[in-house]
């Protein structure tokens, strides 16, 4: 992502982000204030101290997913990037239009979130995709949370509690007089601060609206979370005999966003289906409000997590003062592309393209670089003379194609034979191959074959090979285009340059937790690894269960070119 001219905004939070976010978890990967925005990008998995989120959603009664086969019980990362509006607009009254609204909640949106908490989680409604209180439909776990489909892990309640967001303990001294802190941000751009948890905390006796908001200095309009003793008598929609009581841990916003959305630029994703957030299915770069998204030029407070940049330099540019000669405003060489459709000089068709592992065009071809390159691109600066250039815009990135690398090893086993017919052998085999290069075991493509040297050697000694110990291990690992440029060279490095001892060491750890420590498997030779590019067609008809792993593993891939764009 390229950076805009503007001047960061520099009120309350804007200038130690770090401090109002929770950073010290791994999650929220990156957070700035733009000229209008608060941005922040995280994975969307919490980290509590209770466990993973695995751990938690273990204690959901009735979890999300239809019928018991289905239900999701885990959390995968995410790429969720969060704008909230710095200048809040609050309505004046009546409540917002929403194009896609909950069953009873007209105000509010029926998929996706409402807000974000400072753990980078997503806040979505009290209540459930069909308009219930998520409490009597049992689905949410000790912080009021699960996960739905697409296993995003969100809040669905007020996430207090001694091993949840916040607790009691972040009230300071007993009995606690300051306002509750903040624990989140709503998409209106209204702050959303803790519960009220004894009588006497600033604010505590101005009543909350509907929408769970209320004003006093010098906080203006925001949230709290609140509690609700209520009863019910039917539990996920269906009656039951007799009256239940409970408590609704309720989040804020509550039934509706006190501030004016339709003042919000890009507020819905370009399908209107919910607000603009996630970006996991299909990319940061198709979003409708990537201009709203990108950090300013030259800033200098954001927060970062280690190994993220957020990009401050602007793209490209140039002035020419006082020359007639046209400059070149290019930050530096766009490093691939196509190659022209004539022959070379040797009277060979020209190579389709160039650049991303493959070598330059040879002489007589002409190489025309990508509309776009990672690195700035060669955009034109000024060309007037005696003028000052404008500034140059850093080229959207093209797709890129998918690294495909094929490498073989030559393994020693105990029995090759044996080895032929044992798939869990040859998914551990194929597991250490992905640990080492950094990918999803579903990423590596694993084919063994019995080493048949067909020597001059006597008949006998080939028959002994024949019977032998010595397999080869050819494998194709496949790194999509959408996982970034930075992610497929690292695998391409890995697959390359790691030592053989190496790739030995990881198979025989896989190897072991499969087989047990008796079945080794040693890595005697591996050759050299060629890559290719290639776009990858999705098979048509896959099964759910495929599509999901495909999703997990492209969720999981998502986190690493999150670390690639920004
Ligand atoms: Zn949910
Ligand atoms: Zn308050």
Known sequence: MSCKTCTPATTGFCTNLAATLKTSNVHVKAAWCNDEFLIIAAD???????????????????PPGGDTACRVRTAANQLNVYKIPLSPTKLASGSNSVPNPLPNHPALPAAGAIGVAIDGVPIFPNYNNRGIYTWTSCEVDRCNSHSGKGEDYHYHGDPYGAKCLYSEADYGNSPATAHPSVIGFAFDGFTIYGRYTQAGQEGQGIALDVCGGHTHAPYGYHYHPELETATTTKLDGTSVSGTISYTAYKISPMTCWGGDISKVANFWNSRS???????????????????????????TKFYAASGITPSTVAGSGSTTGGGSTKVSGSTGPCSYGTCGSGNDEAGKKCPPDFGNGKPNCP???????????????????????????????????????????????????????????????????????????????????????????????????????????????????????????????????????????????????EVTKAKGAD???????????????????????ASSAMRRSRMAAATSMLVSMMLALF
């Not at 969307?44 to 009735?62: D, R």
């Not at 391409?492 to 790739?503: D, E, F, H």
């Open 273 to 299: 289906s919910q607000v603009n957030y996630d970006s996991t299915k299909d990319g940061l770069s198709s979003r409708n409000d990537l201009t709203q998204l990108k950090p300013c030029c030259n800033m």
């Open 363 to 509: 002489k007589g071809c002409t190489a025309v670089p990508s509309a776009g390159c990672s690195s700035g691109g060669t955009t034109t600066g000024g060309t007037t003379s005696g003028s000052t250039g404008t500034t140059g815009t850093t080229p959207t990135k093209p797709a890129l194609k998918d690294l495909v690398l094929k490498g073989a090893l030559t393994l020693t086993v105990a029995d090759a034979d044996a080895l032929l017919n044992d798939t869990v052998a040859q998914n551990a085999i194929r597991d250490g191959i992905a640990k080492t290069l950094t990918v999803q075991a579903s990423q590596v493509l694993l084919k063994i074959t019995k080493v048949r040297r067909l020597t001059a050697e006597p008949r006998r000694y080939q028959e002994r090979n024949l019977a032998g110990t010595s397999v080869t291990a050819d494998y194709t690992v496949t790194v999509p285009g959408t996982a970034g440029a930075a992610l497929q060279a690292t695998v391409k490095n890995l697959a390359t340059n790691t030592a053989a001892s190496v790739l030995n060491s990881k198979i025989q750890a």
């Open 44 to 62: 969307g998995n919490p980290q509590f101290s209770g466990g993973s989120a695995t751990e938690y959603l273990k204690g959901i009664p009735l």
């Open 519 to 541: 079945y080794t498997v040693t890595v005697a030779s591996k050759s050299a690894v060629t890559s290719s590019y290639t776009t990858a067609v999705a098979p048509a008809g």
